[in-house]
């Protein structure tokens, strides 16, 4: 079972990326995803999370209207678009697999660490002038 992050890099103020993160080893299309950020030295945040289709999709405050998740089951790829990025959006952003099978709906609460059983590596995010 493997999560793979990627696309990061550096970028402007204002700019745009898009991260994918793709997924083998198990059913793809039966789990949620969601993505994390950890910047140094802040605990870990829930950035959003997707159903396992893509009529579901939850974002924390901090990214609400910048960031657009979305998912190709066709794929087993998982994006994360991040647009009119932040000096504060810097961080390793991470994917990673809800650990119920079938969730459609998602929550806030699916934005809690504790509830993932499998991470992705982790992809580097930095965002300066």
Same mark, same amino acid.
């Given at each position: 079972l493997?999560?793979?992050a &990627?696309?990061?890099?550096?970028?402007?103020?204002?700019?745009?990326?898009r991260l994918? &993160? $793709? $997924?083998s080893?198990?059913p793809f +299309? +039966?789990y $949620?995803?969601?993505?994390?950020r950890?910047?140094?030295?802040k605990?870990? /945040?829930?950035?959003?999370c997707?159903? =396992?289709?893509?009529?579901s999709?939850?974002?924390?405050?901090?990214?609400?209207?910048?960031?657009?998740?979305?998912?190709?089951n066709a794929?087993?790829?998982v994006y994360?678009?991040m647009d009119s990025?932040?000096? /504060? +959006?810097?961080?390793?952003?991470? &994917?990673?697999?809800?650990?119920?099978?079938?969730? =459609? $709906?998602?929550?806030?609460?699916?934005?809690? +660490?504790?509830?993932?059983?499998y991470?992705?590596?982790?992809?580097q995010?930095?965002?300066?002038?």
């Amino acid at each position: 079972l493997q999560l793979q992050a &990627c696309g990061g890099g550096l970028v402007q103020p204002g700019g745009s990326l898009r991260l994918s &993160c $793709a $997924a083998s080893g198990f059913p793809f +299309d +039966d789990y $949620a995803i969601g993505w994390f950020r950890q910047a140094p030295g802040k605990e870990r /945040e829930g950035v959003s999370c997707i159903g =396992v289709s893509d009529t579901s999709t939850v974002y924390a405050d901090s990214v609400k209207g910048r960031f657009t998740i979305s998912r190709d089951n066709a794929k087993n790829t998982v994006y994360l678009q991040m647009d009119s990025l932040k000096p /504060e +959006d810097t961080a390793i952003y991470y &994917c990673a697999r809800f650990f119920l099978r079938t969730v =459609v $709906a998602v929550t806030t609460d699916h934005l809690r +660490d504790e509830n993932y059983d499998y991470w992705g590596q982790g992809t580097q995010v930095t965002v300066s002038s």
